[in-house]
């Protein structure tokens, strides 16, 4: 199984950034999948959620309204729409697969190499 997490880059406050997650290997409409983040000295924490059908899906309190996740199935990729960035959303984004859609990054069977995202105040 193979998760690949690209779109990270530097931009500054208040723009737009959509992350891609490709997977290979595994059956991706039978997977929910997660967004997670860790910013520099800090903890993995959750970002969002997606079920396995998109019809689903969760936010962290923190990207509610700001973030928005989606997936395509015919193309086994998901992605996450990041609109009005802040500097406290500077982090490494990991992008996740399991059978269970969870704010639980232990939950996670399978997890792609990471992104960095840098958002310039």
């Known amino acids: 199984v193979q998760l690949q997490a690209f779109g990270g880059g530097l931009v500054q406050a208040g723009g737009s950034l959509r992350l891609s997650c490709a997977a290979s290997?595994?059956?991706?409409?039978?997977?929910?999948m997660g967004w997670f983040r860790r910013a520099p000295g800090k903890e993995r924490e959750f970002v969002a959620a997606?079920?396995?059908?998109?019809?689903?899906?969760d936010y962290a309190d923190s990207v509610k309204g700001r973030f928005s996740i989606s997936r395509d199935n015919a193309k086994n990729t998901m992605y996450l729409q990041m609109n009005s960035l802040k500097p406290e959303d500077t982090a490494v984004y990991y992008c996740?697969?399991?059978?269970?859609?969870?704010?639980?990054?232990?939950?996670?069977?399978?997890w792609g190499q990471g992104t960095l995202v840098t958002v310039s105040s």
């Open positions: 997606i079920s396995w059908s998109g019809t689903s899906t």
């Open positions: 290997g595994l059956t991706f409409s039978s997977y929910a």
């Open positions: 996740a697969a399991d059978r269970t859609m969870s704010r639980r990054f232990g939950i996670y069977d399978y």
